[in-house]
């Protein structure tokens, strides 16, 4: 199961270092899921890659207690997310669509596509299955904000949408 692991924002490659050394590597898996997106850096375009949840790590174990008895050896603040006394998985239905979003690798590619009239149509890429879910496009930025439920709640998140035309 997919579960959470909140840390300090700016840290997480840092923490999950960390996190790495503590778990059991053949059972599960630390990782911070990733999106790329296009930026112009002195009229060149580049490809950069950014932190998708900012402040949070996710793990695939079976067993969620073992590892937050663990996570308590790690002199980084890392959170298990809880809800009282019990550890709280990712619903099955909320790690289908992220695995969809950033697939085995963990990393969201950059979609292309264009804006047809109100309607965007995705090219290429991992927005294909989220494109009713689109809150806003920056075209200058080459970024799209998603809105998800994650947890029980809306949560907007940040990817990278190259939009080539508009008609």
Same mark, same amino acid.
């Given at each position: 199961m997919l579960y959470v692991i909140q840390v300090y924002t700016?840290?997480?490659?840092?923490?999950?270092?960390?996190?790495?050394?503590?778990?059991? %590597? #053949?059972? *599960?898996?630390? &990782?911070?899921? @990733?999106?790329?997106r296009r930026k112009k850096f002195k009229g060149e375009m580049k490809t950069v890659t950014a932190v998708l949840y900012p402040?949070?790590?996710?793990?695939?174990? %079976? #067993?969620? *207690?073992?590892? &937050?008895?663990? @996570?308590?050896t790690i002199q980084e603040m890392t959170k298990l997310l809880?809800?009282?006394?019990?550890?709280?998985?990712?619903?099955?239905?909320?790690?289908d669509k992220l695995y969809k979003l950033f697939g085995?690798?963990?990393?969201?590619?950059?979609?292309?596509?264009y804006i047809e009239g109100q309607q965007v149509r995705i090219l290429e890429g991992p927005m294909e299955h989220f494109v009713?879910?689109?809150?806003?496009?920056d075209r200058h930025k080459r970024i799209a904000v998603l809105e998800m439920e994650f947890f029980g709640a809306i949560?907007?998140?940040t990817v990278g949408l190259?939009?080539?035309?508009?008609?």
């Amino acid at each position: 199961m997919l579960y959470v692991i909140q840390v300090y924002t700016g840290r997480e490659h840092r923490i999950a270092e960390c996190c790495r050394q503590v778990i059991d %590597e #053949e059972k *599960e898996d630390i &990782f911070i899921p @990733l999106y790329k997106r296009r930026k112009k850096f002195k009229g060149e375009m580049k490809t950069v890659t950014a932190v998708l949840y900012p402040g949070y790590l996710f793990c695939e174990t %079976e #067993e969620p *207690e073992s590892l &937050f008895q663990r @996570l308590k050896t790690i002199q980084e603040m890392t959170k298990l997310l809880r809800v009282e006394e019990n550890v709280i998985p990712v619903s099955p239905n909320e790690a289908d669509k992220l695995y969809k979003l950033f697939g085995k690798d963990h990393v969201v590619e950059v979609s292309v596509g264009y804006i047809e009239g109100q309607q965007v149509r995705i090219l290429e890429g991992p927005m294909e299955h989220f494109v009713g879910q689109i809150k806003k496009i920056d075209r200058h930025k080459r970024i799209a904000v998603l809105e998800m439920e994650f947890f029980g709640a809306i949560r907007q998140t940040t990817v990278g949408l190259e939009i080539i035309e508009k008609m």
